[in-house]
Structures are given as structure tokens and as C-alpha cells.
């Protein structure tokens, strides 16, 4: 069976949850995108970075915001490029906003996606660099294809933290909450977040804000739980993350069953 997409899933979060939780959310994310969406992993596949990668390197804490292009950083805007000059061929790049959603549009990070991310893959689309090791043929884009390849790389930003999105699932958090301690405190905050899906996104580093009794222990687990409808009508940092991804007609194309 002929894939359909074939999509690099890349995540600045370095722990053993972290690629199986951005996967889970994208999934769910899909399925906002296209009613019955088709998520065969034959035609829709998803793949991370290979663990003995260098190109990892580069994407672990505030390394990929470096302006200086290290071999693990130019390994990685060469892999990024390699999959977009593929027909076929996406990269959803997760990264945090580290802003409330009131100041989104003041992230560091998301200028730095643009200008170091972005602007970074220009030149291998190019053909003018090719990474290091291992250099793949050099691609033979016009203008046109390349400009349509960079609307292949997608991003998922959440407000604050992936955190933001994942204490959406309100009822598995509070009960991983009371595992570890009785706390008004917490069981009232948790039910505010229940009652309005906007609120969460306006919390400046929720994890930590839970940092005692469920931090990001669960990330994977509460992946499972997303309410993305929910959180999708809240119009919020998620919405604008689905409806980044829904404008790539590629992206939609390709998922239609």
C-alpha cells in the first residue's frame, strides 16, 4: 500500500513520553482535520528521528534556537529538508510558546522557528548546502516547489507548555493529582480547567504549578485522554494549531479516506 503522507514528527521535548505523546495529540489533531480520516499507518506514517540520529541533538532544550550552525543543527535542517523534497513528504515540528496565550505573538520561540528553522531549510531546498555525513543527492526544485515544500513544515505550539494541552484531560489528572496527596488547592484549580477550556492557556508554566504531584510523569497517559474537541471550540492555542495544519491543503489532501 502506497503511503500518502509520510510525516517527520519532531518534538523539542527530549523524554521517553515525549514522541508518543506529540504522535497521540497529531493523531487526534487529524482527526479534527478529515471526518473519518484514514490513520493506517501504511498510508499515513509517522516517523520520529532514528534514536542513534545526531540530527536529535540539535532539537534537545534551546539547541534548535541556535543561530550557529553546528553539525547536529545542519544535520537537522538536512533531514528536515530531505523529507519536504519528497512528493509525499511533511515535518510537524512541536515546540513550545513559553507565553500565555495573551502574549503569543511576543514568543521568542516561534520568531526563532521562522527565522532559524525555517529560513534555515531555504538553502538545502536549494541545493546550494547538504549536511555533513552522509549527503543525499541535492535537490532540483524550482522556486514554486520549494515555497510549497516549506508549507509542508507545520508546527504545533501550545501555550505555555505541551503541559497547557495535556491537563485538558481534566478527570485522568485529577485522579493522578490525588494519587500523590489531598489538596483543595489543586482539586479546585483542575475543576476551573474543567469548566473553561480557555483558562489553561492563560497558566504560566502549569507544569510546575502541578510540579508535586504529576509534572509530567503521565504526558503520554493524558495524550490517550485529550479531549481535543473540547479543546478545539475552546478557540484557543490548540484551535490554532489545527486550523495551521488544515490550512496545508497537501495535509488535508492526503489524509482524505
Same mark, same amino acid.
Given at each position: 500500500?502506497?503511503?500518502?503522507?509520510?510525516?517527520?514528527v #519532531?518534538?523539542? /521535548?527530549?523524554? /521517553?513520553q515525549? *514522541?508518543p505523546?506529540?504522535?497521540?495529540?497529531?493523531k487526534?489533531? %487529524?482527526?479534527? !482535520?478529515? /471526518?473519518?480520516?484514514d490513520?493506517?499507518?501504511?498510508?499515513? &506514517?509517522?516517523?520520529?528521528?532514528?534514536? =542513534?540520529?545526531?540530527?536529535?541533538?540539535?532539537?534537545?532544550? =534551546?539547541?534548535? &534556537?541556535?543561530h550557529?550552525?553546528?553539525?547536529?543543527? @545542519? #544535520?537537522?535542517?538536512?533531514?528536515?529538508?530531505? *523529507?519536504?523534497?519528497q512528493?509525499?513528504? %511533511?515535518?510537524?515540528f512541536?515546540?513550545?510558546?513559553?507565553?500565555v496565550?495573551?502574549e +503569543?505573538?511576543?514568543?521568542e520561540?516561534? *520568531?526563532?522557528?521562522? &527565522?532559524s528553522i525555517? /529560513?534555515? @531549510?531555504?538553502?538545502?531546498?536549494?541545493?546550494?548546502?547538504?549536511?555533513?555525513?552522509?549527503?543525499?543527492? +541535492?535537490?532540483?526544485?524550482t522556486?514554486?516547489?520549494?515555497?510549497?515544500?516549506?508549507?509542508?513544515?507545520?508546527?504545533?505550539?501550545? $501555550?505555555?507548555?505541551?503541559?497547557?494541552w495535556?491537563?485538558?484531560?481534566?478527570?485522568?489528572l485529577?485522579?493522578? $493529582?490525588?494519587? *500523590?496527596?489531598?489538596?483543595?488547592?489543586?482539586?479546585q484549580l483542575?475543576?476551573?480547567?474543567?469548566?473553561?477550556?480557555?483558562?489553561?492557556?492563560?497558566?504560566p508554566?502549569?507544569?510546575?504549578?502541578?510540579?508535586? $504531584?504529576?509534572?509530567?510523569?503521565?504526558?503520554?497517559?493524558?495524550?490517550?485522554? %485529550?479531549?481535543?474537541?473540547? @479543546?478545539?471550540?475552546?478557540?484557543?492555542? %490548540?484551535?490554532?494549531s489545527?486550523?495551521?495544519? +488544515?490550512? $496545508?491543503?497537501? !495535509?488535508?489532501?492526503?489524509?482524505?479516506?
Amino acid at each position: 500500500m502506497e503511503a500518502r503522507a509520510r510525516i517527520l514528527v #519532531l518534538t523539542e /521535548d527530549s523524554g /521517553d513520553q515525549a *514522541q508518543p505523546t506529540i504522535q497521540k495529540l497529531l493523531k487526534e489533531v %487529524f482527526k479534527l !482535520l478529515v /471526518d473519518g480520516v484514514d490513520l493506517n499507518p501504511a498510508r499515513i &506514517k509517522l516517523e520520529p528521528l532514528p534514536q =542513534n540520529e545526531r540530527a536529535r541533538l540539535a532539537l534537545r532544550g =534551546n539547541q534548535w &534556537k541556535e543561530h550557529a550552525p553546528t553539525r547536529e543543527k @545542519v #544535520l537537522l535542517l538536512g533531514a528536515i529538508a530531505a *523529507q519536504l523534497a519528497q512528493p509525499a513528504g %511533511f515535518v510537524v515540528f512541536h515546540f513550545d510558546t513559553d507565553r500565555v496565550w495573551a502574549e +503569543r505573538h511576543a514568543s521568542e520561540n516561534r *520568531q526563532k522557528f521562522e &527565522k532559524s528553522i525555517r /529560513d534555515g @531549510v531555504r538553502p538545502f531546498l536549494r541545493g546550494e548546502m547538504a549536511p555533513p555525513l552522509n549527503p543525499l543527492p +541535492r535537490p532540483t526544485l524550482t522556486a514554486e516547489q520549494i515555497e510549497a515544500a516549506l508549507g509542508r513544515l507545520l508546527i504545533l505550539s501550545p $501555550c505555555w507548555s505541551i503541559e497547557s494541552w495535556l491537563y485538558q484531560a481534566t478527570k485522568e489528572l485529577l485522579a493522578y $493529582c490525588q494519587e *500523590q496527596h489531598t489538596s483543595d488547592e489543586h482539586i479546585q484549580l483542575i475543576e476551573s480547567w474543567a469548566r473553561d477550556r480557555t483558562r489553561l492557556d492563560s497558566v504560566p508554566k502549569p507544569k510546575k504549578v502541578l510540579e508535586s $504531584c504529576v509534572g509530567a510523569q503521565h504526558n503520554e497517559a493524558l495524550a490517550k485522554a %485529550f479531549p481535543a474537541e473540547d @479543546v478545539w471550540y475552546a478557540e484557543r492555542s %490548540f484551535y490554532e494549531s489545527v486550523e495551521r495544519l +488544515r490550512a $496545508c491543503t497537501a !495535509l488535508v489532501k492526503a489524509l482524505e479516506p
